[in-house]
């Protein structure tokens, strides 16, 4: 788990056991932890690099949203077209900042 900024709800929430932390969120409705599941490699879907959205919303270990973001990173026009919601763009926009900072750490 990458720690980034404060968690609303909570940073031993069971999901950040095997998800990436990329910070709060907050839109209309609510205040979120923000992060992503990525697989490396080949993922589940027979895709490369499948990314999926890890939204808490709450305490307990239900308390989440998840979903295929746009089954890869993607450029900036691929992100826009395939991702249908403004939480679904800020996580792969702050995924991709984490990769940029990943790669410039090793």
Not at 65 to 74: N, P
Not at 83 to 94: G, P, Q, V
Request: with cysteine; proline share 2%; aromatic share 14%.
């Amino acid at each position: 788990m990458t720690t980034i900024g404060k968690f609303f709800h909570g940073e031993d929430h069971q999901i950040w056991d095997y998800c990436i932390y990329l910070g709060p969120y907050t839109d209309e409705h609510h205040n979120y932890d923000l992060g992503v599941y990525a697989e490396a490699g080949q993922g589940r879907k027979g895709r490369q690099g499948y990314v999926s959205l890890a939204a808490v919303y709450g305490p307990e270990d239900s308390q989440y949203r998840s979903g295929e973001l746009a089954g890869y990173v993607g450029t900036d026009r691929e992100i826009l077209e395939n991702c249908d919601s403004k939480i679904r763009r800020e996580a792969l926009r702050r995924y991709r900042e984490y990769l940029k900072n990943q790669e410039a750490n090793q």
